[in-house]
């Protein structure tokens, strides 16, 4: 693949296929107490460096404690740190190839640092950030064709940020956002892999108001209706951050939310839509996947409110 710019790709992270590459802890401090910088090729943590040699460079891309496999030895807090098994696949959208590491499967959990608590995830749900999920592709497919120029967009649940990374390479204006303590580290580590700039990043509580973030002219999701009380979360979300003409899209894997959050955009003064999608090669019409698109004009704005 190649960037946008047409200059090619640099060297993908160096690492062993099955785990996430080696970082060498330099401070004590752990994620997430200190402060990020997002820079132009990655994240930095002040208070703590994990940084990855490459080339002679110091990389750019650090690692929370609690996915880290010691180098030698205990880890800062006298205990072993214990670590993730990855994968790299590769996924293609618009005529590009994207190069995802993404956790190898859904039953890992390690959370010496007790993130998991503080987010309040609980071990079952801990690694489902990090996987490419059929609507993450179903969403990745329609934003490499959408149109975004000039507008703002911000995608929610973006886990990975296949979306994200697809609106990065065509030079969007993108924020990607989650709960998800390791969201932050992946979606850098893979924006690197595919020779991408940094994503901006925020750690975003659907239920906190966040009056920093702004308002957006598109925002985006993949399977964000996962359960009855998201409907009315992503709809005040999007109440909050959504700009007078503004477009929302969806992509629903079937849960059966999808109706609620239907009539809680049409009461916002949206326009609905929406457009079947095969989830997987297999799938077959009628498809139970769905891709839900809603549109406001600015003048329907002075109306609901």
Not at 27 to 39: D, H, L, N
Not at 157 to 164: I, Q, T
């Amino acid at each position: 693949m190649q960037r946008p710019d047409g200059a090619r790709n640099r060297t993908p992270l160096r690492g062993r296929d099955r785990r996430l590459p080696r970082w060498r802890l330099k401070r004590s401090a752990v994620f997430p107490s200190a402060s990020t910088e997002i820079g132009s090729r990655g994240v930095r943590w002040s208070g703590c460096s994990w940084f990855r040699a490459s080339r002679g460079r110091s990389g750019a891309v650090p690692l929370p404690a609690s996915c880290l496999r010691p180098l030698a030895g205990p880890g800062p807090t006298g205990a072993s740190v214990p670590g993730y098994h990855t994968h790299i696949r590769v996924h293609a959208f618009g005529g590009s190839d994207y190069r995802i590491r993404a956790l190898a499967d859904v039953q890992q959990f390690a959370d010496p640092d007790l993130l998991a608590q503080r987010a309040g995830i609980c071990s079952a749900q801990w690694s489902l950030f990090g996987q490419v999920w059929p609507s993450g592709r179903v969403l990745a497919d329609a934003m490499a064709g959408h149109d975004v120029a000039g507008k703002r967009i911000l995608e929610l649940g973006c886990g990975l940020g296949l979306a994200s990374l697809v609106l990065r390479a065509r030079g969007a204006d993108i924020v990607a956002s989650d709960h998800h303590p390791l969201a932050e580290v992946f979606l850098a580590y893979n924006a690197a892999l595919n020779g991408l700039d940094a994503v901006p990043y925020r750690t975003l509580s659907w239920d906190a108001p966040a009056a920093s973030l702004g308002r957006f002219d598109l925002i985006i999701g993949s399977d964000v209706l996962y359960e009855r009380r998201h409907v009315a979360q992503l709809a005040a979300l999007v109440q909050r951050h959504a700009q007078p003409e503004a477009e929302v899209l969806i992509a629903d894997p079937g849960r059966g939310n999808g109706g609620a959050f239907t009539r809680a955009m049409v009461a916002q003064g949206y326009s609905p839509s929406e457009q079947r999608r095969a989830m997987t090669e297999g799938d077959t019409p009628p498809f139970r996947g769905r891709l839900l698109g809603y549109r406001r004009a600015a003048v329907l704005t002075a109306e609901v409110a």
